[in-house]
């Protein structure tokens, strides 16, 4: 299973950008599918959640901000982020936990990441 994010870019403070995430290869099912943010020096950090039945999620630092959707049909997780400010600066990454079933029915579950895609906001 691989992900592949793309949508970042350099904007100006107040500005708009749309990252999509598509999920390809072999698998069964894609449950939840996350957006991370790793600023230069600081861990990754969770940004924003959508699971397959429709449920959504954002962290409050984005509340208001950013909007995560999803394309089922196609595998594909999007972030809408709005009101971008300096602080959004960083390398965006994508997660999915799939489950893959064997031909004797075995679950295989796992999770896999995207390349990363990078978000420069300047003031």
């Known amino acids: 299973v691989q992900l592949q994010a793309y949508g970042g870019g350099w904007v100006q403070a107040g500005g708009s950008l749309r990252l999509s995430c598509a999920a390809s290869g072999r698998f069964s099912r894609i449950n939840d599918m996350s957006w991370y943010r790793q600023a230069p020096g600081k861990q990754r950090v969770l940004v924003a959640t959508?699971?397959?039945?429709?449920?959504?999620n954002t962290v409050d630092s984005v509340k208001g901000r950013f909007t995560v959707s999803r394309d089922n049909a196609k595998n594909t997780v999007f972030l809408q982020m709005n009101s971008l400010n300096p602080e959004d600066t960083g390398a965006y990454y994508c997660?999915?936990?799939?489950?893959?079933?064997?031909?004797?029915?075995?679950?295989?579950?796992?999770?896999?990441w995207g390349q990363g895609t990078q978000v420069t906001v300047s003031s």
């Open positions: 997660n999915a936990d799939y489950i893959y079933y064997t031909s004797d029915g075995t679950p295989i579950v796992g999770r896999v």
């Open positions: 959508a699971t397959s039945g429709g449920g959504t």
